[in-house]
C-alpha cells in the first residue's frame, strides 16, 4: 500500500558520471513554468536549457511574474499538481534580506523553495504557505553577492565553541533540498564554486543539507573546503514509512563517503528522531553504516546534528491534508507543549523520552563516530 497521494512519482534511474557512485533518483517535473522576469535572466536561461535536456515538454514562458494554474479541485489535487511543477522565478528584495537561522547556521540562504519529495513529515509544511511547488530562483548571481554584507556580521551559531573555527555560516537547505533538484538547476555547483573562490572579508561556511546522493557533478568543485554538505538521514523504520521521493539511505551514505574523499567537510543530519520499533538497533545500525562508508577518509572534518520529531498545529494540518493516511504519530496528547518565539506552539517528546534519547545517542555517536563533533541536540 503507498502513503504517496496520486502525484508521479517521476524518478529516473540515472548514471552520475562515477561508476563508484550509486544510481540516483532524477526528478522529471510534468510542468515548467517560468516567469517573463526569470526568463530574461542568464542563470534562468540555462535552467530552461537543462529541462530541455532533461526531456520536459510542458516547458511555459510566462507574459508576466505571476505562477497560473497550480491549484486544483482539492487539497490532495493541488498538491498533486504543485509537487510535480517545477517554477523559474526570481526572488522578491524581501527574500534578498537574510535572517539568522539558529542553530543551524548564522544566515538562511535560499537558492531555492519546495521540494519534490514526499516526507510525510515534511518540515516544510506550515513553513511555507500556498500550494506545494517548487520555486527556483534564476538571479542566483544577485542572490549570492548579497552574502558579502552578511559576513561577520551579527553571527548568530558561529561564536560557539564548536562552529568558531568556520565563520559566517550560511544554511542553503532551510526551505528546500538543494541536491534534489541540482540536476535542473546547476545552483548548488555554482553557489559552492562562489563561495570556495571569492574573497571574503573574513571566513566563510555554506551548509547544505539533502536526502538525494547525486553529489556526481559537486565532487570536483573548487570548494575551498568552505561548504558542508551533510545528509539526513534516519532509522530503517522511520525512512521505509515516511520518506516518499527521496533516495535510500544506503546511498546518501555513501554519497557522504565520496563527499569526504573529495574533501568537502560532511556532517549527517539525523532528524527528524524518532522512537519507533526497536530504535536503539536500529539507529546504531544507520551509524554503523556511516562509519563503515567513512572508514579511512584522510583528515576527516565530520558534524552530528540530531533533531527528534516536532509538529506544529499548523503543520499537523497541512500534513493531514497532504497523507490522510499517514500513520506518523501527531498526538498533541502524547507530546510536551512547547511555546517558541512570537507565542508559536510546537509539540515536542515528553522530557523522559528525551532524556532517554539524547544520553542513548550522545553514547552511541561517541562510540560508534568518534570523529563526529555533535553540534546540537534538538
Ligand atoms: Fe520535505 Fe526534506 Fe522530505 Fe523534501 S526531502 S519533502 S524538504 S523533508
Redesign the pocket.
Known sequence: MTLLPTAPDPVTDTDIGRAALPRTRLWVPRHVQVTRSASELPHGQRIIARCEAAGIDDIEVLSGDRLTGLRGGDERETYARAKATLAVVVSPPSKRRLVPIPPSADWRLDLAEG?P???QY???AGSLGGPPVTRVFANLPEILAGMDGYVGAGAVTSGTDERGHEGTTFEASCY??PL?IEHLTGSLSEAISHIGTHSFAGPVQLRATT?FAGVGPLLDLPHGGRTRIRVSVNSAAVSRRF?GG?DRVAARLHALGSLARAGYPVGLTIAPIMPLDDWRAEYGALLDAAAAELAGVPDLDLTAECITHRFTPGSKQVLESWYPRTRLEMDPDERTRKHGRYGSVKYVYPVAVMREMRAWFDDALAERLPAARTLYWT
Do not use: I, P, Q, V
Request: net charge negative; with cysteine; charged share 25%.
Open positions: 521540494c519529495a514526499h516526507c515534511c518540515y516544510l528546500t533540498d534534489g536526502k520518506e527521496t
